[in-house]
């Protein structure tokens, strides 16, 4: 009887490793695949006119209050996430061009690398380090509210200082936003799709707040 028991929880525990395994894989390839729809608006947006660019940037910003006020608006979160793609990518053509003219392909592409291996390293220690970061979300949520303010209030106001401290907020969220996603996805709390797009967002966020930084301070 023991046997048998033991031999049924061992199934048991090795049909539940499987199916992790299985929604982690869906998970790495809805982030895949939001960044290819990334890559097809950020192609197109080379044809984006001037003065498509500030509505546009209305129109994201809308996006996000969707997602923040309607608990990421679950429901039509499909149809968000794909508009959002589309969208973000076609406004990040002017800003990585931007980038890559003031600092160089050379400098370019190594703070993407650096913001690359900071999405890993916070990665790593929300999945393998932090045992449960459940309670950071209510923190992380509150910090992003006060972002979205605080970047809409920066559109009005054209101080060095106050875009460089929302740059820095917003890098330290997005790295812990990181953490936190991956500690859920470790205590199994999480939809493949839903958090596929997460860490889509996730790493955008970091490697534009990085090389927002980097052309700030660039000599």
């Given at each position: 009887m023991a046997?048998?028991?033991?031999h049924i929880n061992?199934?048991?525990?090795?049909?539940?490793?499987?199916?992790?395994?299985?929604?982690?894989?869906?998970?790495w390839l809805f982030f895949v695949y939001y960044w290819i729809i990334f890559g097809i608006g950020c192609y197109f947006g080379q044809y984006l006119p001037l003065e498509w660019r500030r509505p546009l940037s209305f129109v994201l910003l809308g996006l996000v209050l969707i997602t923040v006020i309607f608990n990421r608006a679950?429901?039509?979160?499909?149809?968000?996430?794909?508009?959002?793609?589309?969208?973000?990518?076609l406004l990040s053509f002017a800003t990585f061009t931007t980038y890559m003219q003031n600092l160089g392909p050379e400098v370019f592409y190594k703070n993407v690398i650096?913001?690359?291996a900071g999405f890993m390293v916070f990665g790593i220690i929300g999945f393998f380090v932090i045992g449960n970061a459940a309670s950071m979300?209510?923190?992380?949520?509150?910090?992003?509210?006060?972002?979205?303010?605080?970047?809409?209030?920066?559109?009005?106001?054209?101080?060095?200082?106050?875009?460089?401290?929302?740059?820095?907020v917003g890098l330290l969220?997005?790295?812990?936003?990181?953490?936190?996603?991956?500690?859920?996805?470790?205590?199994?709390?999480?939809?493949?799709?839903?958090?596929?797009?997460?860490?889509?967002?996730?790493?955008?966020?970091?490697?534009?707040?990085?090389?927002?930084?980097?052309?700030?301070?660039?000599?």
């Open positions: 046997e048998t028991a033991q061992k199934h048991k525990q090795q049909s539940k490793d499987k199916s992790k395994s299985h929604a982690y894989g869906k998970v679950r429901k039509y979160g499909l149809v968000i996430s794909h508009i959002y793609a589309i969208v973000v990518g650096l913001a690359i979300g209510k923190y992380l949520f509150v910090t992003l509210v006060a972002l979205i303010v605080a970047s809409l209030i920066g559109m009005f106001i054209q101080n060095s200082l106050f875009h460089t401290i929302i740059t820095v969220l997005f790295l812990l936003y990181t953490l936190y996603d991956f500690n859920r996805m470790k205590r199994g709390q999480f939809s493949p799709r839903e958090m596929g797009f997460n860490l889509f967002i996730n790493l955008l966020h970091i490697i534009k707040y990085v090389l927002r930084l980097a052309n700030k301070f660039r000599r």
